[in-house]
């Protein structure tokens, strides 16, 4: 069993920047990929950013290309997502993902755990 915590949430202006953190406890954190989803209001689901499990390999959602960077220290065992040029669109409830396999995914059938979520809100 894995436990996730985000955290670094919070509100910031448009054209800013946030780094948001999730703390993982349990299964041995550098066996398995990790990725960051989001979700705003009345939409699905959607992949931002996945790293392989020895943060050898990253995948990118279109949102999130040239503006995100996802990065891991597995002596931590934490995974980041570093927001740059942020934009009112990217307002939602990002998720951090404990992958199935050692490669990142941008399905969120290949995660097998997930933390509770931390806001992010952008204002214009």
């Known amino acids: 069993q894995v436990q996730l915590v985000e955290s670094g949430g919070g509100l910031v202006q448009a054209g800013g920047s946030l780094r948001i953190s999730c703390a993982a406890d349990g299964r041995t954190f550098s066996s398995y990929a990790m990725g960051w989803f989001r979700q705003a209001p009345g939409k699905e689901r959607e992949f931002v950013a996945s790293?392989?499990?020895?943060?050898?390999?990253?995948y990118y959602g279109d949102s999130a290309k040239g503006r995100f960077t996802i990065s891991r220290d597995n002596a931590k065992n934490t995974v980041y997502l570093q927001m740059n040029s942020l934009k009112p669109e990217d307002t939602a409830v990002y998720y951090c993902a404990g992958g199935r396999y050692y490669r990142g995914s941008s399905l969120t059938t290949d995660y097998a755990y997930w933390g509770q979520g931390t806001q992010v809100t952008v204002s214009s």
């Open positions: 790293i392989s499990s020895k943060g050898g390999s990253t």
